[in-house]
């Protein structure tokens, strides 16, 4: 039996990762500003992260980092395939002063409620939709709704005999933020030597393979990441020990694409991507065994994630769509 608490890095990885992406930000506002397309990145977590990035003209090396080890061969050759897709695609515009880049993102999370008492504790599972608007002035507007599901009819009458207590409804927000008030991080600066960009990363994750590989996945999350860094980060996935292929697969919404997946603390992280334009489709985290909680440790009322029998889907997050629109007031029409 694992308990959970045992994976409270994992839990907070979000949050830990947050300050290594600000930190470059920082670096990257310590230069000249005026010559550079930006990447945003809303203080809320990386579910929101928002890659933008400069044109690059020059293809990137597909040859791998040297040095022994990398991922298995199998995902490795799916991962070589990818980043030669993305480096022959065009460049996808960034936005403009004036202009933001909006995105919409769906995470769900399968959590344990401990009732403290004869009834029964009970699973839950959460829904958030975002709706994100960022411009390059660090000013931009983030929607969330949330809305709370149940997993079987007995987990509903386990809530309902609990005396239906509020789960996470209230997590629905609607926030503005002006000029400067998101961080930022300039993908101009980002290498599109794999070599150079797993260093870039490393320096910024403490060379933890776990940590590197989700944030591979957070530069990959925007399909404005210029093309050719696009590439070296799925080489940088390539060249990182432990990472397998999970092969042909689907995401939360049932689109079929490809995914790796890293396995730290008893939970496998997957990267799901469209083999045919390189994009990012969602992430995973599903536990390869089974996970229990000491529950009177957090006392009635306690929620906890990452809990539940191998196999379990613990949370997902979808990247839906993307669009430049000049106005954060309404959301942009979709391309048919």
Same mark, same amino acid.
């Given at each position: 039996?694992?308990? +959970?608490?045992?994976?409270? +890095? !994992?839990? #907070?990885?979000?949050?830990?990762? !947050?300050?290594? !992406?600000?930190? +470059?930000?920082?670096?990257?506002?310590?230069?000249?500003?005026?010559?550079?397309?930006?990447?945003?990145?809303?203080?809320?977590?990386?579910?929101?992260?928002?890659?933008?990035?400069?044109?690059?003209? !020059?293809?990137?090396?597909?040859?791998?980092?040297?040095?022994?080890?990398?991922? @298995?061969?199998?995902?490795?050759?799916?991962?070589?395939?990818?980043?030669?897709?993305?480096?022959?695609?065009?460049?996808?515009?960034?936005?403009?002063?004036?202009?933001?880049?909006?995105?919409?993102?769906?995470?769900?999370?399968?959590?344990?409620?401990? @009732?403290?008492? /004869?009834?029964?504790?009970?699973?839950?599972?959460?829904?958030?939709?975002?709706?994100?608007?960022?411009?390059?002035?660090?000013?931009?507007?983030?929607?969330?709704?949330?809305?709370?599901?149940?997993?079987?009819?007995? %987990?509903?009458?386990?809530?309902?005999?609990?005396?239906?207590?509020?789960? #996470?409804?209230?997590?629905?927000? %609607?926030?503005?933020?002006? #000029?400067?008030?998101?961080?930022?991080? =300039?993908?101009?600066?980002?290498?599109? /030597?794999?070599?150079?960009? &797993?260093?870039?990363?490393?320096?910024?994750?403490?060379?933890?393979?776990?940590?590197?590989?989700?944030?591979?996945?957070?530069?990959?999350?925007? #399909?404005?990441?210029?093309?050719?860094?696009?590439?070296?980060?799925?080489?940088?996935?390539?060249?990182?020990?432990?990472?397998?292929?999970?092969?042909?697969?689907? /995401?939360?919404?049932?689109?079929?694409?490809?995914?790796?997946?890293?396995?730290?603390?008893?939970?496998?992280?997957?990267?799901?991507? =469209?083999?045919?334009?390189?994009?990012?489709?969602?992430?995973? /985290?599903?536990?390869?065994?089974?996970?229990?909680?000491?529950?009177?440790?957090?006392?009635?009322?306690?929620?906890?994630?990452?809990?539940?029998?191998?196999?379990? &889907?613990?949370?997902?997050?979808?990247?839906?769509?993307?669009?430049?629109?000049?106005?954060?007031?309404?959301?942009?029409? &979709?391309?048919?």
């Amino acid at each position: 039996m694992t308990q +959970a608490l045992d994976r409270s +890095a !994992l839990l #907070r990885f979000e949050e830990d990762l !947050l300050p290594v !992406l600000e930190a +470059a930000a920082s670096e990257g506002r310590s230069n000249d500003a005026s010559a550079r397309r930006r990447a945003s990145l809303p203080r809320r977590g990386l579910l929101s992260v928002a890659v933008l990035g400069i044109l690059l003209a !020059l293809v990137v090396p597909l040859v791998l980092p040297e040095g022994p080890g990398g991922a @298995t061969p199998a995902a490795a050759d799916a991962l070589h395939r990818v980043a030669l897709r993305a480096a022959e695609l065009p460049a996808e515009p960034s936005p403009r002063p004036g202009e933001y880049l909006y995105a919409e993102s769906s995470a769900s999370a399968t959590n344990l409620y401990v @009732t403290g008492s /004869d009834v029964p504790n009970f699973f839950f599972e959460t829904t958030t939709k975002r709706s994100t608007w960022i411009s390059p002035d660090g000013s931009g507007r983030i929607i969330e709704v949330s809305t709370v599901d149940f997993p079987s009819e007995e %987990d509903r009458s386990a809530w309902r005999d609990a005396g239906a207590p509020r789960l #996470r409804e209230d997590f629905s927000s %609607d926030e503005t933020f002006g #000029r400067g008030e998101l961080g930022y991080v =300039d993908t101009d600066e980002l290498p599109n /030597d794999p070599s150079e960009l &797993r260093s870039w990363i490393e320096l910024r994750t403490g060379e933890d393979t776990w940590r590197t590989f989700s944030m591979v996945g957070a530069l990959l999350r925007y #399909r404005t990441t210029p093309p050719a860094v696009r590439a070296a980060l799925y080489l940088v996935a390539a060249a990182l020990d432990g990472v397998e292929l999970v092969g042909e697969t689907t /995401d939360a919404l049932g689109r079929s694409g490809v995914g790796v997946a890293f396995t730290h603390a008893g939970v496998r992280h997957e990267l799901i991507f =469209d083999p045919g334009t390189a994009e990012l489709l969602g992430e995973e /985290d599903v536990l390869v065994e089974n996970s229990e909680v000491d529950v009177e440790s957090g006392g009635p009322g306690a929620i906890y994630g990452l809990v539940g029998p191998a196999g379990t &889907r613990a949370s997902a997050t979808t990247y839906l769509f993307s669009e430049i629109t000049d106005a954060i007031s309404v959301s942009p029409e &979709r391309s048919a």
